[in-house]
């Protein structure tokens, strides 16, 4: 069942950003009822379908209208904007708001037992990593000669694995860090979640129904604060 004239919104099934995204939504009066096994969610009092997704899918489909609106991490909004500016693919959206979840940053980290003065200690090295294009500009910025190992998942496990000598991941608790005997050593990328929306214009019916939902976002937002 899928329905044009429904506002689709694109969430994370699941990982850090999808708890927060979904109690965003329930706060500001949309019912759902999540089912586990189930792509997509509709909601019961308003016109609004819930697409849940891998977040690096996040980026993609509102960017190609597929849905109108995302809750996605700036690292992976960036990292897609990246991607698709080296291989000339359209790459527009516009950010509404900044959320106050989902902080983390995307940081350089080298086992315990590597020397690492700055940066500079990356030359010639492999970095593994699941952003590559964001890792590329960290190095380009930093006239370093290094390369980007792309790995989907188990980034923290390339330096034992003996696949590369340093990670580029995400950190929050850096509590994977310190399990697999790692030191965050320099910050790549600053990241919190976002609620983008197509560039593409939506029926007046869509754009009526998101304006009414953003003084709601602000209002739970404030009453956090
Ligand atoms: C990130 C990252 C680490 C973890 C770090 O993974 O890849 O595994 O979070 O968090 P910590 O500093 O609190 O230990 P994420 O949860 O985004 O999932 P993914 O790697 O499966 O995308
Ligand atoms: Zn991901
Ligand atoms: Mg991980």
């Known amino acids: 069942m899928s329905d044009a004239s429904r506002l689709r919104i694109a969430v994370q099934k699941s990982g850090r950003l999808s708890d927060d995204s979904i109690a965003l939504l329930k706060a500001i009066g949309i019912k759902l009822q999540i089912r586990d096994r189930l792509l997509i969610a509709h909601s019961t ?3 609004v379908d819930l697409l849940r997704v891998r977040d690096d899918d996040i980026p993609g489909l509102v960017m190609d209208g597929v849905v109108d609106l995302g809750f996605i991490g700036q690292n992976e909004l960036e990292e897609k ?3 698709r500016q080296a291989s000339n693919r359209p790459y527009a959206f516009k950010t509404l708001r900044e959320l106050d979840y989902g902080g983390c940053r995307l940081s350089i980290a080298v086992p315990n037992e590597m020397s690492y003065d700055s940066v500079q200690s990356l030359q010639g090295k492999k970095v593994a990593t699941t952003y590559p294009y964001l890792l590329e500009r960290f190095f380009e910025s930093n006239n370093v000669n290094a390369s980007a190992v792309m790995l989907t998942g ?3 496990v390339a330096p034992r694995a003996g ?6 991941d995400l950190v929050s608790t850096g509590a994977t860090l310190e399990a697999n005997g790692l030191q965050e050593k320099d910050e790549v ?3 919190r979640a976002v609620l983008i929306q197509s560039a593409k214009p939506l029926s007046d019916e869509k754009q009526e129904l998101i304006n009414r939902l953003l003084p709601r976002i602000d209002g ?3 009453a956090k604060e």
């Open 45 to 47: 009092n308003q016109p």
């Open 81 to 83: 904007m990246l991607e």
């Open 154 to 156: 188990s980034v923290e």
């Open 163 to 168: 696949v590369a000598d340093a990670i580029c």
């Open 189 to 191: 990328f600053v990241s």
């Open 220 to 222: 739970v937002t404030q």
